[in-house]
């Protein structure tokens, strides 16, 4: 039998004071202020143009399991779409810049998240943990 259990992670990110990881869609939502299908969204956008972020849920016969809660890396990559999204008020434009600039692209790569914050990279405060 697996059970899955949350590890809690008692750092925070500094430049987004973003809640300790992993988080629930719902947790980020009310923290940044905005609808859950407002992340529903945000999620949706990086999954289709950032490359890493699908490849942090955790999967199950080939399938990503995107229920699952946030890692730090989505939540950054989330955040980062909502403050695009605030600056530019235009999803066209960061779909535009997430399909043309490859910059924007390694910018929210998980190795750009990784060497940002290397204290992150711990796997205890990214994931579920299977018993």
Aim: proline share 4%; charged share 20%.
């Amino acid at each position: 039998m697996v059970v899955s259990v949350k590890v809690q992670c008692n750092r925070k990110m500094n430049d987004w004071n973003i809640p300790d990881a992993p988080i629930t869609k719902k947790r980020l939502a009310s923290y940044l202020g905005v609808s859950e299908r407002s992340i529903f969204n945000y999620q949706l956008l990086a999954s289709q143009y950032v490359d890493d972020f699908l490849s942090d849920y955790p999967s199950v016969c080939g399938k990503y399991v995107t229920a699952a809660p946030l890692t730090a890396y989505q939540a950054w990559v989330l955040c980062n779409v909502h403050k695009f999204l605030e600056y530019f008020a235009c999803k066209r434009v960061l779909t535009d810049r997430l399909e043309n600039d490859s910059r924007i692209q390694q910018s929210w790569g998980k190795q750009a998240f990784i060497a940002k914050y290397p204290e992150y990279f711990d796997d205890s405060c990214n994931s579920l943990v299977k018993l």
